[in-house]
């Protein structure tokens, strides 16, 4: 099972004190905040948790699965997840 939007809004409302109103909208300023800086190229760096990077993936020739023909697929940019140190350490421990 994963958690969900709403379990983290819980979790926020819970550890904080907060009303579900309240915590709701910390949790969305925060997702927002990381989109906005993200949509004007710049990273986002949460030391020990990790960063968000955007990358550019090139346009590239790609197959079709149901029809086995070769289509072009599109250059895009992608949002990228790297890991941080420590919350590398506390998962594997």
């Given at each position: ?42 990273g ?33 940019r ?8 420590h ?7």
């Open positions: 099972m994963s958690m969900t939007k709403s379990d983290l809004v819980e979790a926020v409302t819970r550890s904080c004190e907060l009303s579900k109103k309240q915590s709701e909208t910390v949790v969305n300023t925060f997702l927002e905040s990381i989109i906005d800086s993200l949509n004007r190229d710049e986002v760096e949460l030391r020990g948790f990790g960063s968000f990077r955007i990358r550019d993936r090139g346009a590239r020739l790609g197959r079709n699965p149901r029809t086995g023909e070769s289509v072009e697929v599109d250059a895009k992608v949002p990228f997840f790297k890991v941080g140190k919350l590398k350490e506390v998962i594997n421990s």
